[in-house]
């Protein structure tokens, strides 16, 4: 009889939690250094959240270790919905498969609360390199294996995974380097020293526009509307191959439902806001805004699809 009355005390709590929830300041953990794309979803996300919340959401930047560093911390924080962090491709479905030992369990530990925000990657080559499209692109490597070389942000990092997946789907053969950071990246593209990256469409666009780069494929699933002429990867013979830097919400653990449902409600509110799609257009980021089910769905496909890569590539951590 006992466990009864608790059982129904904690049930009746739950819609009255949500009516109160928050009622002190919110932390928001971004994984990752102040000034990337993760960091603009989380500041246009948040301050549209705070309006429905009726709270101040602060922003705590905590990079390191891939990301690691920031999950391990939240996810030893309280489950009570004031502390949160911004999910990550690379934090919840790269580096459970990529490091021999994490801190702690990518889904034991946290909570899926709402899917965010979507990044296509564009596939991208030097000027000098003869070919306009991806077609021409696999051609031309298959005629030279092991003679072009791609460049990434760094072992693991999102340009990484984006051209060891097209490698294995497309059968080539080139080489990686990796740089330390994008910004290394990029500058020995432009100037020939590699042939082709992946990245999103920030940093390239500009050498797009000089004529130093060409795209040759989108790597989401639809066209950019800033490069519509340019056909995905998929449509251009590899039906199903899909690479997007995505950013979610997650919170702790044991996090209450109610509260998982308050935030996931105020979160999708605020990815369909139009400030929001207008921030996020500037950088061929698109706003989804997602129940909790529906994130912890996409996050089990995502890694059972990068996992795959992982493995296949024997990516390794630094």
């Not at 994490?102 to 965010?116: E, G, K, M, Q, W």
């Not at 020939?192 to 797009?208: D, E, N």
């Amino acid at each position: 009889m006992k466990r009864l009355l608790i059982a129904l005390s904690c049930a009746l709590a739950l819609p009255a939690l949500a009516q109160t929830y928050p009622t002190k300041p919110i932390r928001l953990v971004v994984p990752f250094a102040p000034g990337g794309s993760s960091s603009i979803v989380a500041r246009a996300i948040a301050a549209e959240m705070e309006k429905g919340l009726g709270q101040t959401i602060v922003i705590d930047n905590k990079g390191g270790g891939g990301g690691n560093l920031a999950m391990a911390e939240v996810a030893r924080a309280d489950p009570d919905g004031y502390t949160l962090i911004i999910g990550h491709i690379g934090s919840l479905a790269v580096n459970p498969f990529m490091y021999s030992k994490l801190p702690f369990d990518t889904n034991r530990d946290f909570a899926a609360v709402s899917l965010l925000a979507m990044v296509p990657s564009i596939f991208v080559v030097h000027e000098s390199v003869p070919a306009k499209d991806l077609r021409e692109f696999v051609a031309l490597a298959k005629a030279q294996p092991g003679k072009l070389f791609y460049g990434s942000a760094g072992n693991g990092s999102a340009g990484h995974l984006a051209m060891e997946y097209l490698k294995q789907v497309a059968g080539l053969d080139i080489q990686h380097v990796p740089y330390k950071g994008t910004g290394p990246n990029v500058a020995d593209l432009i100037v020939g020293r590699t042939q082709a990256a992946a990245a999103g469409t920030p940093p390239l666009m500009p050498h797009v526009k000089s004529g130093k780069l060409r795209v040759i494929a989108a790597g989401g699933a639809k066209r950019l509307p800033s490069l519509p002429e340019v056909a995905t990867v998929a449509e251009q013979g590899y039906p199903g191959f899909e690479h997007s830097q995505w950013y979610g919400l997650n919170a702790p653990a044991k996090t209450p439902e109610a509260v998982i449902r308050r935030l996931a409600e105020e979160a999708a509110k605020a990815a369909k806001s139009p400030r929001v799609a207008e921030r996020f257009a500037a950088d061929d980021a698109e706003a989804v805004g997602s129940t909790p089910a529906e994130y912890a769905a996409f996050i089990k496909r995502e890694q059972d699809r990068w996992s795959k890569v992982v493995r296949t590539a024997n990516i390794k951590a630094d």
